[in-house]
């Protein structure tokens, strides 16, 4: 699909822009050979598995394009993940291969010569290692591994066609034409971006701009500088781009203007009503939508003319999705072929259970209530869903980052990252706010900041940036557990 799209291109429109990434620019015509002569490359150098640890720009793409006509696994190692992280992903997956920047530190304290390796005018260094057996099973196009919310990344294999699948509904449903231009902002090594911000983009004939990370206001995975975003957006004349409900929140608070933009897709978390509330008065193109890397990316979306606000849209036409008797979220279509290192995923008659709680409403647009694990079971014996209020605290300027807790509790906690320069008082201010809109057992009785903001590399965070709720309660342990002992005859209207 994507390789007769990207000939179709080269032969109909060979001098439009299929690539801008900072000073490079590749026409359909220049990314169809390039794509053709480094498949070769990589065929004669025998490459079964080919890993990649580059930062976004037209190499990453380049090879994960000729991977794909090559016929060759890839494995995208995040540049977020730690050296330990990026050494599973190397031994888990047998690769026989890596292309990274000259230079740059090897995962795992890798120490093999490295080879010049030439590529769209930028020089990459390519290590060949161990290897071995490999663990793939054939007809695999990638593993893209996900820290998930506990213990080692696992990898999750996919299917070209399933892949492709998705990113064709996601062109259909963008709804976007040729010349238009999608503006990467995530790590390509991270699947929605990849799936979503270059092949849907590429299927569609519209130019993939990929401006680096640092002058587009990203700081690794976690930081952020809204204003650089916001002019990036600006300046690219980016009709459409992904967004974390992080990125959308910083980009309102810097005045984004809609300009070009005609698709801001959001997801990865619980996205605010709020928040949307927001972007649409200041006349922002937001479609939330929801997806899982066992789904090839995304399951449901909302697009122009079929846009519920406050749902995660209806499903795309390459699954199906229903919900159980007690009320989580099953899907059935292209689904994973499975974890590496892992027997095979159980279904329920072709069902994958996602752990996601949620509803439709009678049009057939899914409504989410958070995560099965994470639900909060007061000791009042109500639920309650711990994803809403966070989003509802990080609204507040002076809240950086917030984890509730409070399972069998009489009222609930929040660990607080404050914004930079936020004294206690403002965040003390902040929750009084939040505390005011919410029912008595969803209010956050009490508070204790961070010691360091939440992140990937200190484990507290996963790769789409989900919190790693157990590793977090482990982390904070003792003072959450102390302040519990302070102040556990308190009733919860007490703390209100």
């Known amino acids: 699909m994507l390789s007769a799209a990207l000939e179709r291109q080269a032969r109909e429109r060979p001098d439009a822009l299929a690539l801008i990434a900072q000073d490079r620019r590749l026409d359909y015509l220049g990314l169809q050979r390039a794509v053709r002569e480094t498949a070769e490359r990589l065929r004669r150098r025998r490459v079964s598995v080919l890993a990649l640890a580059l930062p976004n720009g037209l190499p990453w793409v380049v090879l994960d394009l000729a991977a794909l006509e090559a016929g060759i696994a890839l494995v995208p190692i995040p540049p977020f993940f730690t050296p330990a992280q990026a050494a599973h992903c190397l031994r888990q997956s047998a690769a026989d291969a890596l292309l990274t920047l000259p230079g740059a530190p ?6 093999p010569q490295a080879q010049p390796f030439e590529l769209s005018g930028a020089e990459l260094a390519w290590l060949d290692l161990p290897g071995g057996a490999s663990p793939i099973p054939e007809g695999i196009a990638k593993v893209t591994f996900t820290s998930g919310t506990t213990g080692a990344p696992k990898g999750v294999m996919l299917e070209a066609a399933a ?3 998705v990113a064709a509904e996601l062109a259909q449903a963008a709804a976007l034409g040729p010349g238009e231009r999608h503006c990467c902002i995530s790590p390509l090594a991270i699947l929605l971006e990849n799936v979503g911000g270059v092949y849907a983009p590429l299927l569609q004939g519209l130019t993939v701009v990929l401006p ?3 002058a587009a206001g990203l700081r690794g995975a976690a930081g952020l500088d809204p204003q650089r975003l916001a002019e990036t957006l600006t300046d690219t004349r980016a ?3 992904i967004l974390s409900p992080a990125m959308l929140h910083g980009l309102l608070h810097a005045g984004l203007q809609p300009g070009a933009l005609r698709f801001l897709a959001v997801g990865g978390a619980k996205l605010s009503p709020k ?3 927001q972007a649409q008065a200041q006349g922002l193109p937001v479609f939330e939508g929801y997806g899982l890397s066992e789904c090839a990316s995304v399951v449901t979306l909302n697009r122009p003319g079929a846009n519920r606000p406050g749902s995660v849209g209806r499903p795309l036409p390459q ?3 229903r919900i159980d008797a007690s009320g989580e979220v099953l899907v059935r279509g292209r689904l994973f072929r499975g974890y590496l290192g892992a027997p095979a995923p159980q279904l329920e008659d072709g069902w ?4 996601d709680l949620g509803r439709f409403d009678a049009d057939g647009f899914l409504y989410l209530d958070g995560r099965r694990k994470n639900l909060i079971v007061t000791a009042f014996s109500r639920n309650l869903s711990p994803e809403w209020v966070e989003q509802e605290l990080l609204l507040e300027p002076a809240i950086a980052q917030a984890a509730l807790f409070g399972d069998g509790r009489p009222w609930n906690l929040a660990l607080v990252t404050p ?4 004294a206690p008082a403002q965040v003390e201010a902040a929750l009084a706010r939040v505390n005011a809109e919410l029912p008595d057992y969803a209010r956050v009785g009490g508070w204790l900041a961070t010691e360091q903001p939440f992140g990937p590399r200190n484990g507290l965070l996963t790769a789409t940036g989900r919190l790693r709720r157990q590793a977090i309660f482990e982390r904070y342990r003792e003072a959450i557990e102390g302040a519990y002992a302070e102040r556990h005859h308190q009733p919860p209207e007490a703390t209100a």
């Open 275 to 277: 928040l949307l509330e």
């Open 419 to 422: 914004a930079p320069g936020a």
């Open 163 to 165: 892949m492709q699948r």
């Open 106 to 111: 090897h995962p795992g304290g890798l120490a």
């Open 212 to 214: 680096d990370a640092a």
């Open 319 to 321: 699954c199906q999705v």
């Open 239 to 241: 009709a459409s781009a």
């Open 352 to 355: 994958w259970r996602t752990g």
